[in-house]
Nanobody, 122 residues
């Protein structure tokens, strides 16, 4: 069993900052890519940022320059530092990780966190 536990969501004013954290635990052999998606009401889920085990990153154009993704491989943790937040960043943010487990060692499986709400007020 693998769990992704997130923390750090909440309410912030326009221009404010929040940091989301996500930690994977369980029967993990190794983790490839970790990242964050978000879904706003009435919209499709979109990729916000991702980071490989080697540290390569990519960002959605809408957050590039404002958000920073990082990870601690030893702790199986990924962080999303969100600065200069805008009302349009309001969404449920889902952490994900591509994980190879002891029970399924031949391939990676995508696991998801529970999705904390981030609300940016204008």
């Amino acid at each position: 069993q693998v769990q992704l536990v997130e923390s750090g969501g909440g309410l912030v004013q326009d221009g404010g900052s929040l940091t989301l954290s996500c930690t994977a635990s369980g029967s993990i052999l190794n983790i490839n890519t970790m990242g964050w998606y978000r879904q706003a009401p009435g919209k499709q889920r979109e990729l916000v940022a991702a980071i490989t085990s080697g540290g390569s990153t990519n960002y959605a154009d809408s957050v590039n320059g404002r958000f920073t993704i990082s990870r601690d491989n030893a702790k199986n943790t990924v962080l999303l530092q969100m600065n200069s937040l805008k009302p349009e960043d309001t969404a449920v943010y889902y952490c994900y990780a591509d994980i190879r487990t002891r029970a399924r060692s031949w391939s990676y499986t995508k696991y998801w966190g529970q999705g904390p709400q981030v609300t940016v007020s204008s």
